[in-house]
């Protein structure tokens, strides 16, 4: 069956530090990759895209990852700071026509 | 940017009675809008793609007669959930493609509507 597993539920750093998230997916074989930042009481945010046929993406101090081989992506948020504080969720989009399919996400708190 | 809005973004009402949920594509035409269902810690569910000008299509399990949906204009879906009962309380969360940008895949999220049926 179609999995998206997101490592896990709830991520504690420090203030500073790099976060690393996890993104991994069987029996997908998506075009696209997306993160999402997604606050309490609200709906998801747009962070990040990454197709398939590349590596790596970048945006201010995120970083994302896409490895189809491993069926993995990392989002990373570098020099953390408590405002990074959130749920980030990854999606898969098999083409550009298709729904975003989503993980569970991964609650973040960057502790000053 | 491209903004979606809901309305209402709260609501509360007896079981049994029916409740609307509008999302309103801001500043761009929207083809197709999805709604999503969302519960406590979980993920985004998609419940169903809705088509301007035809009928929804939706995800297997949800109930079409029981949560209608209208995508009457390029900027206006509404999803109504009919004969409301407490396990429909939830949070409800429209998105809409931009068909005219630059980037076709990009959807944009509306802030979600709390539901809880009483």
């Known amino acids: 069956s179609q999995k998206i597993e997101q490592n896990s539920e709830a991520l504690n750093i420090q203030e500073g530090k790099t976060a690393t998230l996890t993104c991994n997916y069987t029996n997908y074989s998506p075009a696209y990759l997306q993160w999402y930042r997604q606050d309490p009481g609200r709906g998801p945010v747009f962070l990040l895209l990454?197709?398939?046929?590349?590596k790596e993406k970048r945006k201010e101090r995120l970083k994302v990852t896409f490895d189809t081989t491993l069926k993995q992506s990392l989002f990373h948020i570098t020099a953390s700071q408590p405002a990074d504080s959130a749920t980030y969720l990854c999606?898969?989009?098999?083409?550009?026509?298709?729904?975003?399919?989503f993980g569970k996400g991964t609650r973040l708190s960057v502790i000053a | 940017g491209a903004v979606v809005s809901q309305h209402p973004s709260r609501v509360i009402c007896k079981s049994g009675t029916s409740v609307k949920i509008e999302c309103r594509s801001l500043d761009f035409q929207a083809t197709t809008m999805f709604w999503y269902r969302q519960f406590p810690k979980k993920s985004l569910m998609l419940m169903a793609t809705?088509?301007?000008?035809?009928?929804?299509?939706?995800e297997q399990g949800v109930e079409k007669d029981k949560f209608l949906i209208n995508h009457a204009s390029l900027t206006l879906s509404t999803l109504t959930v009919t004969s409301a009962h407490p396990e429909d309380s939830s949070f409800y969360i429209c998105?809409?493609?931009?068909?005219?940008?630059?980037?076709?895949?990009?959807?944009?999220f509306g802030p979600g509507t709390r539901l809880t049926v009483t």
């Open positions: 990454i197709r398939e046929n590349e």
């Open positions: 809705s088509n301007e000008g035809s009928k929804a299509t939706y």
């Open positions: 999606a898969l989009q098999n083409s550009g026509n298709t729904p975003l399919v």
């Open positions: 998105s809409a493609r931009d068909d005219m940008g630059p980037i076709s895949y990009e959807q944009y």
